[in-house]
């Protein structure tokens, strides 16, 4: 499902090694350490322990900086981690007044765990998931006014994006409340809206900084080469006013004259109610379409047909009427969207037109993870208005990580009222610890859940726009959040003296010993698959989730699992020993209890009439005799690293395999290739909007032909019969006839925290998404079910289909550019503004964006922004960048040398 940045080479070498073994610095295994203060023994007398003032005044006056010296391996990284890769980053702090203290210490995240450090006056040590100390050494003699010490330490692998420094560091002293260092905390870039920190130093050195080793090709996108890239679409001129996103299946521009809509419209029901279209209506509404009897005629009917998809319809445009004609009410509702495609925002002309659409997949789908940062209500609430507006159906919502559990569960109130939230309490009796730069404050807005009243306003909203809620509380693995709050409770209940409560519903073995690292660093995140009490636990926790749905009227159908990245956990338990004795004849080893676990649960979940999802990891271990007869299956396996033949062989199974390649439907990923973009690199290192319409998911092997790896290398995809020496399959291409349920966009949220990053990732790629979901391409090549082996030397995507693939993205970004954007400034979507393209030339500045109908403006040195309209004389340093439709944000600026 999801990889952190730096698991990368733990995946693809199958190597999951502990990540607090081998060195002086990582010595911290479990919560306990947390509390324990470094309290050494030949540090002067004139230093005094800290009390409260002093951390607090510790946390306003330190200067922290973050500086990455480079990505370039030493012989001083450890070779048996991370494949031998390290990076190094220095530390400093300085002290802008005298500190002369002791017995304090610094909390920070740090995505790829501390291997080695440097420092005479501190050390480093690793405790768990991304969560790090700095304690005081023997060498540590206090701060003078102005003194800046380093610290220089090595992590696993790669920090190639400024976005992988995390913010919020906690000083506190034992007994003492902790702070956070005012100089880590983020910062709001007023023109971006996005967050940014201050803290770190901007990574410049193309080798040092840009690069993962000698053999990353990936080149750095500065304003020069994006404004060669953008010149093809910017040459291109054509009238798109009648174009739609997602492209209709069919449709043809009529004769005569545009409809005219100023003075609104008038709507016939005939067979149609308004609670089936209303939220479309709605939008309309916002778009400044009037409904009144004076208008325009509009004409709603339904129109059974069984050879038409659900959502299908019919939509006739004329200068004298508009009719809409739904095999359902879907068909009218999405209509009714197509309808607001048409129009061009401050127009009031929709030009005469005859679609005949229907969907390509049945499942189109975008998962939103909010249990590593919460998003709240009205962020899903406005997600919903734009995957209705553009044909998506599938809201799979995560709930549940090691970071948070964000739904409200009746009868289990320690979910949400410990593991909702992450601060600084090292027993994790009232909240978990600050991952992932949580920081202290409980009631920040990276904390928080769904009451059960927001949720089932959130399925009520979703049910209204014809969209499925599939919520996903990960486990086994993935779990740590739901294994603290029922260790709290069992806390609770053992010192009422209530054991039989204590245990009803306990996750982990307490006897287990076993040592274990998750692919996020975790010691302790995994359920304990050998205990009937965890079963209870998930059966009690789906029978709430089900009753909830069922309050109003949105059915649990379909429940996501997770079930991926479980890795080392129940070796040394007594539970797991003691079951595997018991079932010796169906469980050979601790190895298969993954694979018992998802086979029990998905049968438990079929048993209260839910059907089973999860990743694909979780799911090819399975025997499918013991699944049941309906499962979907997520296939996230890179297709750099032959994902498609994973993918095949679970579709094989006649399994309903949902397209999730996180090559390209990551939006957690980087836009650009740019140490300034948000996000993880671990499969792709940018992933934009063309990217993603360039996708052709019925064929995922094809892309070898004209995608690269991760470091932009060329690979070989392999989609022929291969079979090992025992004559068993060892990969195959699809049988027969089979096609995959659908396509499903990724936000994983592990850096986005606040709501405004979040849309910034998921738009506008979200849109190509959509085109990609519900409109296949007449450009995309056909699947070869005979097999094929696909690289840069074969030609099954050819110089013809290239040609029409290009003008149909050119179409699609002046389509963008010109009426979508606009609309989802008037939805109050925080997108993506493009960065712009710029070059000098004989003087002259020349600029351009990837969507054209932006404004761009620019800057000379020390002047004011001025708006491009034309090239135009420059002298000097210049800087440009984009406008939004409202003109109140602009795009990150870029330097043109």
Not at 377 to 399: E, G, P, R, S, V
Not at 660 to 687: C, L, M, N
Request: hydrophobic share 40%; with cysteine; proline share 5%.
């Amino acid at each position: 499902m999801k990889l952190s940045t730096v698991a990368l080479t733990l995946f693809s070498l199958s190597v999951l090694s502990a990540c607090s073994d081998n060195s002086q610095n990582e010595s911290m295994q479990n919560k306990t350490e947390l509390s324990d203060q470094v309290a050494p023994a030949n540090v002067p007398e004139t230093l005094q322990s800290a009390g409260q003032a002093d951390i607090d005044l510790l946390a306003a006056v330190l200067d922290v900086k973050y500086r990455l010296v480079t990505n370039e391996p030493s012989v001083k990284c450890d070779k048996d981690k991370a494949n031998g890769a390290c990076f190094e980053v220095e530390l400093s702090f300085t002290a802008k007044q005298d500190i002369k203290v002791k017995d304090w210490s610094i909390y920070f995240s740090q995505i790829s765990p501390v291997q080695s450090f440097e420092s005479d006056w501190a050390q480093v040590s690793h405790l768990n998931g991304d969560l790090h100390k700095i304690s005081l050494s023997e060498g540590f003699t206090g701060f003078m006014a102005g003194e800046t010490k380093t610290l220089l330490f090595r992590a696993n692998f790669w920090s190639l994006s400024e976005t992988d420094a995390l913010p919020n560091y906690i000083v506190t002293g034992d007994n003492l409340t902790a702070r956070v260092i005012a100089s880590t905390k983020p910062m709001i870039n007023p023109e971006t809206g996005l967050e940014v920190l201050p803290y770190v130093e901007p990574y410049t050195d193309e080798v040092k900084h840009f690069k993962r080793d000698a053999n990353d090709k990936t080149v750095w996108l500065t304003a020069e080469r994006l404004y060669e890239r953008n010149a093809a679409v910017n040459e291109h001129a054509q009238d798109i006013s009648s174009h739609i996103i997602p492209t209709p299946k069919q449709l043809v521009e009529t004769t005569g004259k545009p409809a005219d809509i100023s003075a609104g419209l008038s709507i016939n029901w005939e067979n149609v109610s308004q609670e089936e279209v209303a939220p479309a209506l709605e939008r309309l509404t916002s778009l400044g379409i009037n409904f009144n009897n004076n208008g325009l005629p509009i004409t709603f009917s339904k129109k059974r047909d069984g050879s038409k998809k659900p959502g299908s319809y019919l939509l006739s445009v004329t200068a004298t009427e508009i009719s809409i004609v739904g095999v359902d009410g879907n068909g009218v509702f999405n209509g009714l969207q197509s309808l607001a495609a048409l129009l061009t925002p401050g127009s009031a002309l929709l030009p005469a037109v005859t679609v005949e659409d229907e969907p390509h997949y049945e499942f189109r789908g975008i998962l939103v993870d909010v249990a590593r940062n919460f998003h709240d209500k009205a962020f899903i609430l406005k997600l919903l208005d734009q995957m209705a507006a553009y044909k998506m159906n599938k809201l799979h919502l995560h709930l549940g990580d090691d970071e948070g559990w964000r739904l409200e569960i009746p009868s289990l109130p320690e979910l949400t009222e410990i593991a909702s939230k992450r601060c600084f309490d090292p027993e994790e009796t009232t909240c978990l610890l600050p991952q992932l730069g949580a920081g202290v404050d409980p009631e920040s807005g990276v904390n928080g859940y769904y009451s059960v009243a927001d949720y089932q306003e959130i399925l009520v909203a979703a049910k209204q726009r014809y969209i499925q809620v599939i919520p996903s509380l990960d486990m086994p693995g993935h779990s740590r959040a739901a294994v603290t709050a029922m260790n709290a409770r069992y806390k609770k209940y053992m010192a009422l003296e209530q054991e039989d409560k204590a245990t009803e519903f306990l996750l982990h073995d307490q006897d287990d010993k076993t040592v274990y690292s998750s692919v996020q660093y975790y010691n302790d995140n995994t359920i304990n698959v050998c205990m009937e009490s965890s079963y209870k636990f998930i059966e009690q926790v789906m029978k709430d989730v089900k009753a909830i749905h069922a309050e109003v009227g949105h059915p649990l159908t379909r429940y996501h699992i997770g079930a991926d990245e479980t890795a080392g956990a129940w070796v040394d338990s007594p539970a797991c020993q003691s079951f595997l004795a018991e079932h010796k004849a169906e469980i050979a080893s601790s190895k298969e209890l993954g694979a018992y676990f998802v086979e029990r649960v998905s049968n438990m979940l079929a048993e209260l009439d839910i059907e089973a999802a999860a990743w694909i990891d979780g799911l090819e271990h399975t025997n499918p005799e013991n699944m049941p007869p309906v499962v979907q299956v997520n296939a996230w396996h890179p297709l750099a690293w032959q994902g498609h033949q994973s993918a095949h062989k679970l579709a094989n199974y006649n399994w309903q395999v949902v397209v999730s390649s996180p090559d390209v439907t990551y939006f957690d990923f980087p836009y650009e290739a740019d140490p300034k973009e948000h996000g993880y690199y671990w499969a792709a290192r940018q992933i934009n909007t063309r990217k993603m319409f360039n996708f052709m998911p019925d064929n995922l092997p094809v892309h070898a032909e004209f995608w690269l790896d991760r470091a932009d290398n060329q690979y070989e995809a392999d989609d022929t019969l291969q079979l090992d020496e025992q004559g068993k399959v060892k990969h195959a291409p699809l049988n027969k006839g089979l096609t995959f349920l659908g396509l499903q966009g990724q936000l994983w949220s592990e850096n986005a925290r606040t709501e405004n990053t979040a849309e910034y990732k998921l738009f506008p790629r979200f849109i190509a998404l959509a085109e990609r979901a519900w409109h296949q391409a007449d450009w995309a090549v056909p699947y070869n079910y005979d097999g094929f082996k696909y690289s840069k030397e074969t030609n099954a995507f050819t110089a013809e289909l290239r040609a029409q693939r290009d003008q149909a993205w050119f179409n699609f970004a002046h389509t963008l550019g010109t009426k979508e954007l606009a609309k989802l400034d008037i939805g109050g979507v925080h997108f993506r503004i493009p960065t712009v393209g710029a070059k000098v030339i004989d003087g002259q500045l020349h600029a351009n964006t990837a969507f054209p109908g932006l404004a761009i403006e620019y800057r000379e040195q020390g002047k004011p922004w001025l708006r491009y309209e034309q090239p135009v004389a420059v002298d000097g340093e210049v800087e440009v960048r984009s406008v939004n439709y409202l003109g109140d944000r602009f795009g990150r600026e870029l330097k043109v040398k």
